[in-house]
């Protein structure tokens, strides 16, 4: 596509339950980011990945986040027994290769209730 | 471990008139990236200038441009002509140019246009 889908835009979702969110990056884009921006807050990094690389997942919160990325192309984002605490918009960005210009997804907003 | 400050968290500025928005960053390393995005309500980050730590010359891009003192660990961004599109959270962001590709943000500044 023209840009970097993410879906669902918003998910409101109760305590304890797992939510995925999914990323469509641009075709052909090498590098895969995910980044978490909670209320008021800048962006933090959670997880990139390169090509066949092994990913960097230093900026994983907890082990109940995990990501995978599925033929170099789509991610998904999973949050496991979710907690109020990981209410935030979580940002999802693409890059020809890890060292050029990214394009950012409109995000999905994340409600735990 | 680096890291990005902005010391601003709200600006505004008249509608035409000039805002610089500031930021200061800390890190050992000689060459990397320095960014500015803007995030409206959409809340999609829009690069909106890009500056190479290595190039002395500030970026310019149209309306916006950047003082980038490296000494100092400087990267402000000066808006002119100020348009009511310009509304936006304004986030600083570095880069390493080696190793980990990931962007290191601010906090972010939020800009009013008052018409």
């Known amino acids: 596509g023209a840009g970097v889908s993410q879906s669902p835009s918003n998910k409101v979702t109760e305590k304890g339950k797992d939510v995925e969110l999914r990323c469509d990056p641009i075709s052909g884009h090498t590098a895969l980011y995910w980044y978490r921006q909670s209320l008021g807050q800048g962006l933090e990094f959670l997880i990139y990945f390169q090509g066949n690389s092994a990913p960097d997942k230093s900026g994983l919160p907890s082990d109940r986040f995990s990501a995978e990325r599925t033929g170099g192309s789509v991610s998904t984002l999973t949050i496991q027994r979710t907690q109020q605490e990981d209410s935030a918009v979580y940002l999802c960005?693409?890059?020809?290769?890890?060292?050029?210009?990214?394009?950012f997804g409109s995000g999905t907003r994340l409600t735990v209730v | 471990a680096q890291t990005v400050t902005q010391s601003q968290p709200e600006m505004s500025v008249q509608e035409a008139e000039t805002v610089t928005l500031s930021c200061t960053y800390d890190t050992s390393e000689s060459d990397y990236y320095l960014f500015w995005y803007k995030q409206p309500p959409s809340r999609q980050m829009i690069l909106v200038i890009r500056q190479e730590a290595y190039k002395q010359q500030n970026a310019t891009e149209n309306r916006f441009s950047v003082n980038f003192q490296k000494a100092a660990k400087s990267f402000s961004l000066k808006i002119s002509d100020s348009q009511l599109g310009d509304a936006a959270m304004y986030f600083c962001?570095?880069?390493?140019?080696?190793?980990?590709?990931?962007?290191?943000f601010g906090q972010g500044t939020r800009l009013t246009i008052n018409p």
């Open positions: 962001a570095y880069r390493s140019v080696q190793g980990a590709q990931k962007l290191v």
């Open positions: 960005a693409s890059s020809p290769s890890g060292r050029g210009g990214y394009t």
